[in-house]
C-alpha cells in the first residue's frame, strides 16, 4: 500500500511577517475624535484618543486643560488651557495676558471671527493661543504651549482641536418634533429609532464618540425621550411607581430627587433619578426625569457605559431642559 507523503506548511520568514504587520498597520483608520463638553464654561471640543482631559484651580480660577503624549526627551508634555467666555473690547485684549513677556509674536492666519498668535511665553516656551468671537461681547479661546518638536509634531491636532472649539448654546440647537413631543439636540449627535402609536411614541439620539475601548471601537450615549398615558390617578406618583415596578433586578436606584421641568408650564412637578445597572464586570449609568401634564408621562432618560457616563451627563444637564410635550 503506497503511503500519501505529507507536505508541511512552510514558516513565513520573519522579514515578511515584518512586513505584514505595516501593511496591517497602513490599513488601520485613524483614531477617532472623542466628544468633551465642559459644564462650567459650556465650551465643547474633540482630541484624540490619548490625549487626557484634567480640571484645575489656580487663585480662585477654574479651568479645563488637556495633556498630550509626552514627546521623547520632553521635561514636560504638551498642554491646552481652555479660556472660557470673557466679556471683552477685542481679541487682542484677551490675548494681552498671554502675550505679556513674550517675545516672537507672530500672528498666524485665522478663520473669520478667529485671531491666532505664535510665540515663545515668559518662560521661553513655544505657544500658541487661539481666540474667537461668541458674540455680544464675549471671547473663548485656548492657549497650547510645549516643546519646540511637541508644537511641531502636534500642529495638525492642534488645528483640529481649536477648529472644533465651540460655545454650546441650547437655544442654536435644533428642534426635534416627533409624536407631540419637542426636544433640542446638538447637530453632530445621530438621530435614531421614531416610533408610535395612538398612545405612545418614543424617538432616540446617540452621542459623539465618548471614549474609546479596544483599540479604536468608539463608546458612545444614549438618550431616549417617550411619552405614555399614565393609569390609575394620572399624576407624578402613579408614572413613578409604574417605572419602579418595569426595571429589573440588575438596576439600582442611586439617587431619587424633586425635579422641576424647564417649560410653560411653570406648576409641573418632576422627579429625577440616577441608576445604575449591569455587572461588575459590565456597568452602565444612567440619569432619568419624568413629568406628567394632563395624564401623559413624559419621560427623558440618558445612558452610557459607566466609565464613559461623566462625559455624557454634561449634555443631559442641557438637553433636559429643553424637552416637553406639545
Given at each position: 500500500?503506497?503511503?500519501?507523503?505529507?507536505t508541511?506548511?512552510?514558516?513565513?520568514?520573519?522579514?515578511l511577517l515584518?512586513?505584514?504587520?505595516?501593511?496591517?498597520?497602513?490599513?488601520?483608520?485613524p483614531?477617532?475624535?472623542?466628544s468633551?463638553?465642559?459644564h462650567?464654561?459650556s465650551?465643547?471640543?474633540?482630541?484624540?484618543?490619548?490625549?487626557?482631559?484634567?480640571?484645575?484651580?489656580?487663585?480662585g480660577?477654574r479651568?479645563?486643560?488637556?495633556?498630550?503624549?509626552?514627546?521623547?526627551g520632553?521635561?514636560?508634555?504638551l498642554?491646552?488651557?481652555?479660556?472660557?467666555?470673557t466679556?471683552?473690547?477685542?481679541?487682542?485684549?484677551v490675548?494681552?495676558?498671554?502675550?505679556t513677556?513674550?517675545?516672537?509674536?507672530l500672528?498666524?492666519?485665522?478663520a473669520?471671527?478667529?485671531?491666532?498668535?505664535?510665540?515663545?511665553?515668559?518662560?521661553?516656551?513655544p505657544?500658541r493661543?487661539?481666540?474667537?468671537?461668541a458674540?455680544n461681547?464675549?471671547?473663548?479661546?485656548?492657549?497650547?504651549r510645549?516643546?519646540?518638536s511637541?508644537i511641531?509634531?502636534?500642529?495638525?491636532?492642534?488645528?483640529?482641536?481649536?477648529?472644533?472649539?465651540?460655545?454650546?448654546?441650547?437655544?442654536?440647537?435644533?428642534?426635534?418634533?416627533f409624536?407631540d413631543?419637542?426636544?433640542r439636540?446638538?447637530?453632530?449627535?445621530?438621530r435614531?429609532?421614531?416610533?408610535?402609536?395612538?398612545t405612545?411614541?418614543m424617538?432616540?439620539?446617540?452621542s459623539?464618540?465618548?471614549?474609546?475601548?479596544?483599540?479604536?471601537?468608539?463608546?458612545h450615549?444614549?438618550v431616549?425621550?417617550?411619552?405614555?398615558?399614565?393609569?390609575?390617578?394620572g399624576?407624578l406618583e402613579?408614572l413613578?411607581?409604574v417605572?419602579k415596578?418595569r426595571?429589573?433586578d440588575?438596576v439600582?436606584?442611586?439617587?431619587?430627587?424633586p425635579?422641576?421641568?424647564?417649560g410653560?408650564?411653570?406648576?409641573?412637578?418632576?422627579?429625577?433619578?440616577?441608576?445604575?445597572s449591569?455587572?461588575?464586570?459590565?456597568a452602565?449609568?444612567?440619569?432619568r426625569?419624568?413629568?406628567?401634564?394632563?395624564?401623559?408621562?413624559?419621560?427623558?432618560s440618558?445612558?452610557?457605559?459607566a466609565?464613559?457616563f461623566?462625559r455624557?451627563?454634561?449634555?443631559c444637564l442641557?438637553l433636559?431642559t429643553?424637552?416637553?410635550?406639545?
Open positions: 500500500m503506497a503511503i500519501a507523503k505529507r508541511l506548511p512552510s514558516r513565513p520568514r520573519p522579514h515584518i512586513a505584514l504587520a505595516f501593511a496591517l498597520a497602513g490599513c488601520r483608520g483614531d477617532p475624535l472623542l468633551f463638553l465642559d462650567e464654561s465650551l465643547s471640543f474633540t482630541h484624540p484618543p490619548r490625549w487626557s482631559v484634567g480640571f484645575a484651580e489656580h487663585d480660577l479651568y479645563r486643560y488637556l495633556t498630550a503624549p509626552k514627546v521623547e520632553d521635561a514636560e508634555a498642554s491646552v488651557t481652555l479660556i472660557s467666555p466679556e471683552a473690547d477685542s481679541a487682542e485684549q490675548a494681552k495676558a498671554y502675550l513677556g513674550a517675545r516672537n509674536v500672528t498666524a492666519p485665522a473669520s471671527g478667529t485671531s491666532e498668535w505664535s510665540f515663545r511665553d515668559s518662560s521661553d516656551a505657544s493661543l487661539w481666540i474667537r468671537s458674540g461681547g464675549r471671547f473663548f479661546g485656548a492657549w497650547a510645549g516643546s519646540e511637541a511641531n509634531q502636534y500642529s495638525g491636532q492642534l488645528d483640529s482641536l481649536f477648529a472644533s472649539l465651540s460655545l454650546q448654546r441650547v437655544e442654536d440647537w435644533k428642534e426635534e418634533r409624536g413631543m419637542v426636544a439636540v446638538p447637530a453632530d449627535w445621530a435614531g429609532t421614531r416610533l408610535s402609536n395612538a405612545n411614541a424617538m432616540q439620539f446617540r459623539p464618540p465618548l471614549a474609546v475601548d479596544k483599540g479604536t471601537e468608539t463608546i450615549g444614549f431616549t425621550l417617550s411619552r405614555e398615558p399614565v393609569p390609575d390617578q399624576d402613579a413613578n411607581r417605572l415596578d426595571v429589573s440588575t439600582v436606584l442611586l439617587e431619587h430627587r425635579w422641576t421641568p424647564s410653560p408650564d411653570s406648576g409641573a412637578k418632576g422627579y429625577a433619578d440616577y441608576l445604575r449591569g455587572t461588575t464586570l459590565s452602565t449609568r444612567s440619569r426625569w419624568i413629568t406628567v401634564s394632563s395624564g401623559m408621562g413624559l419621560i427623558f440618558c445612558e452610557a457605559r466609565d464613559a461623566d455624557l451627563e454634561p449634555w442641557r433636559v429643553t424637552v416637553r410635550l406639545d
